[in-house]
Structure formats: C-alpha cells, structure tokens
C-alpha cells in the first residue's frame, strides 16, 4: 500500500512538472532593431535591459541585436514568427508587416502637430493592441522616430523638382510606394541598411527620414538640402511574440511589461529632444532648410489626401480611416489654430 502511495505522489509530483515547463529557468529574449549602436533608442534599449535584469534578478535577460545585423524589419518578423527571435523595436513599416492597418496612424500630411497625434494615437492604441494579440503578438508601448523630411543632394522647391530626383522609397513600405506611385517619383527601393552607401555611390541622390535617423545614419553627411515641410510623422513601437512571453512566470512578465511601457513614454520624451537636436546638427554642419512653397505643400496634400482615400478598404478599413479623422476632429475643435 505504502508502496502504491509513493508511487502515485511520484506521478503527481510528474504531471504537475509537465504543467508548469521550466518557469524557474532564466529566460533570454533575443530582441533586433535597425537603431545603431550608440543612438538614443539603443542607449533607451541598454537602460531596459539592465533595469529587467535587475527587478527580476537575472531570470529575464535581453539581448539586443542592432545595426541591421539581423536583416532589414522584414527579416525580423519573419524570424520571430520562426522562433528564431522573440521581438524586434520596429518602425512602422515592420508592424505593418503584422498587421498593415496600423499605418492608418502614420497617413502623410495627416497630423500638423505632434499634439494631434498624441490625441489620436492614445486614442487608437488599445485597439491596435487587441489586433496584434490576436494575430500572436503583443504590442508594447508606442515609440516613436518623428517628423520625416525629404533630404536630397538637389536643392527641391516643386514637385517637378522631386520627380527629377532618384529618391530611395523603402522596399517593404506600401503606403510610401503608393504616394510616391501618386506623386509620379523616381523611387529606388531598398533596405535601410543600403541608404548610406548608395547616397555616397549617386545610387540615390535624395532620401527621407526625420534628423535624428538622418545624422544617427549619417544620411546627413551625404546631402546638402532638407525641406521645411515634414511629409508625415513616423511612429513605432516593440513587438513581441505571445509564446515567447509564456516563458516568464507572471511575477516576473509584470515587472518587465511595467519597465516597458515606463521605458516607452521617456523614449519618446527623448527622441523628441534628440530631433530637435539633430535638426541643429544638420545646419551646422551645412545642411540648408529649403522653404517649401505654399503651391507645393498644398499639391502634396491634396494628392495625399487622395492616396489616404485610395488605401481605405486595402491597408485599412473605412473604418478605421473615419476613426482617425474623428478624433483629429475633435482634437482641432478643442484646441482650434490660432
């Protein structure tokens, strides 16, 4: 009898192992990023990982691959789906590689101040969220890159002068590829990690980014012009999948979930200085502020205008278009422009 007793505690004691794989054991999340090293999201990245370190006493690690050494947003994606990576800190372009409704939050000429994008995308967010849970992914708190200018060798006053440019368009990014498809531009496509060498080749004499991608890239260093006109703003956020985070015990998830979306708020504070920074950086070292014309801006828009009407039913659903422009609305009518 005393035998059998053992012998179905041992069993139990089996079953329950089984239940529970492993929580005990550290856990590493193998995380990528295009942000090169020594840039503020990566220095943002090196205080997350050694705070989570810390408030869980070395069971949550972070390891951070940066640069580019992991392939552009698309290889990421398609890694952590392959088990390969746990996360990747992306633009929007990678999202949307998750899912493309997102870029609903990133149309360009949409937003005329970062006020009005704050309003709106905390409005959207928690949606967002919910979408990307269920497609095995949790999204982390919004990030962000910021304004995006074009930059260019060629000093750019017109349309007619950007047409005449061989401007770099992002292999993976539709909603840049359909504006630029509008707005009849020479784009060439490639990776982010291709941009700088071909603006020193002459592959590509113009690019688009905000100032601190630009000089974090040494993007600046090969153009002479930026215009005054921002095309949009560029938001983004970490990624990671679901059945990685089933690794950590709850104790743990919640401390590093908190240490995240804490860590996400700053990291915008900071990028925000840091593009105003690099806005400086560039006229210092030579880079020109071209005015854009009123006639310019006001084509821009009306075909941007057009392509956000064109991509509803495709990248987003009229919907979620109608919900964007609600709430901008209703931002404009509590805070109206002086």
Excluded at 3 to 16: K, T
Excluded at 181 to 207: F, H, M, Q, W, Y
Aim: a positive charge; proline letters at 3%; charged letters at 25%.
């Amino acid at each position: 009898m005393t035998r059998m007793i053992n012998f179905a505690c041992a069993a139990a004691v089996g079953l329950l192992a089984l239940a529970q794989p492993a929580l005990a054991d550290n856990v590493e999340l193998r995380m990528a990023t295009l942000a090169p090293d020594g840039s503020k999201w990566t220095e943002v990245f090196d205080k997350g990982s050694v705070e989570t370190a810390k408030q869980t006493e070395n069971r949550v690690t972070l390891k951070y691959f940066v640069g580019g050494q992991q392939g552009d947003e698309r290889d990421f994606v398609r890694k952590i789906k392959l088990g390969q990576l746990d996360g990747a800190a992306v633009t929007a372009t990678g999202l949307a590689m998750i899912d493309e409704s997102i870029r609903v939050l990133e149309l360009p000429m949409m937003f005329s101040s970062i006020e009005e994008l704050d309003y709106v995308a905390d409005k959207m967010w928690p949606y967002f969220q919910k979408k990307f849970d269920a497609k095995g992914f949790k999204l982390n708190e919004r990030g962000e890159v910021g304004w995006v200018y074009f930059l260019s060798k060629d000093k750019v006053t017109s349309l007619g002068d950007l047409k005449g440019l061989k401007m770099w368009t992002w292999g993976d990014d539709a909603l840049v590829g359909t504006m630029f498809k509008k707005l009849g531009l020479n784009g060439v496509p490639l990776g982010v990690p291709e941009v700088d060498a071909a603006l020193t080749s002459g592959r590509i004499n113009a690019c688009y980014g905000s100032p601190l991608a630009a000089v974090a890239l040494q993007w600046y260093s090969k153009v002479k012009y930026i215009t005054s006109m921002p095309m949009s703003y560029a938001i983004g956020a970490t990624v990671i999948s679901n059945e990685s985070l089933k690794k950590i015990p709850e104790a743990d998830l919640k401390k590093v979930m908190a240490i995240s979306k804490t860590l996400g708020k700053k990291l915008r504070v900071a990028i925000r200085k840091e593009n105003e920074a690099a806005h400086k950086t560039m006229l210092r070292k030579g880079v020109s502020v071209v005015a854009t014309p009123k006639a310019m801006e006001d084509e821009f828009r009306k075909n941007a205008e057009e392509v956000w009407q064109s991509l509803a039913g495709k990248m987003y659903t009229k919907e979620e278009l109608a919900t964007v422009l609600k709430h901008r609305d209703e931002y404009r009518a509590k805070h109206p422009a002086k």
